[in-house]
């Protein structure tokens, strides 16, 4: 019998190209390819799980503000009910509230809702500027209560929508650095939208004095 090299058998099978090289070169290479393997994994595992963590923050933001939204939804028929009975002439500008709480309520996704909220402020401004040209409703109890209620949710949402905008912009941030970006790419890490209000919603937000 002829006795084979030793060195080629002890050659990894998968480093075939190494044949008939040192074999303490080749498990060398081995354990360097290995390595650099297991450190691209965790590096992976690290960047899908800062992405994540970063989603799940702006996501709990958006819960805020999505229960801050519900506040004003279920305020929103008694104010309009009270100023109906001080107001019933001013149809349009209720039949807008009535409809644009309506989309509002309905809205499914965050970006469906920005822009349902939106409109929704921007009805509300016009109905407490309605609400100026009648003395006594302005002077009716319910009626301030609810001004008091209404702009008390405001300022929740303002500062829940501050919070949320502030996470959604880490988020988005983090999934278009490199190489993250390619992670968010892998894993279909999607951008958030940002729950802007227009120039027409400020112009015409609520404005509630007593």
């Known amino acids: 019998m002829i006795a084979r090299p030793v060195s080629r058998a002890l ?3 998968v480093f075939g190209v190494l044949a008939g090289k040192d074999p303490a070169v080749t498990w060398i290479v081995t354990l360097i390819v290995l390595g650099a393997l297991v450190l691209f994994a965790l590096m992976l595992v690290g960047i899908y799980n800062g992405l994540t963590r970063k989603r799940v923050a702006a996501q709990t933001a958006w819960a805020d503000v999505d229960v801050q939204l519900k506040r004003r939804y279920d305020l929103i028929p008694n104010l309009v009910n009270t100023v109906k009975g001080y107001a019933s002439h001013e149809k ?4 807008r509230v009535i409809a644009a709480r309506a989309r509002a309520v309905d809205s499914r996704t ?11 402020t921007a009805a ?3 109905l407490m500027a309605v609400s100026e040209a009648y ?5 009716n109890t319910n009626f301030m209560q609810l001004q008091e209620e209404l702009t008390s949710t405001e300022n929740k949402i303002g500062f829940a929508r501050q919070n949320y905008n502030r996470n959604a912009s880490q988020y988005n941030e983090g999934i278009a650095v490199f190489p993250a970006n390619i992670v968010a790419g892998m894993f279909n890490f999607g951008r958030m939208d940002f729950f802007e209000v227009t120039d027409a919603t400020v112009r015409e937000a609520p404005k509630v004095a007593f």
Do not use: V
């Not at 349009?92 to 039949?95: A, K, R, S, Y």
């Not at 965050?110 to 929704?120: D, F, G, K, S, V």
């Not at 003395?135 to 002077?139: E, I, Q, R």
């Open 11 to 13: 050659t990894p099978p």
């Open 92 to 95: 349009d500008t209720l039949e």
């Open 110 to 120: 965050p970006a469906e809702t920005i822009e349902a909220n939106n409109m929704l």
């Open 124 to 126: 509300l401004g016009r």
């Open 135 to 139: 003395p006594d409703l302005k002077a």
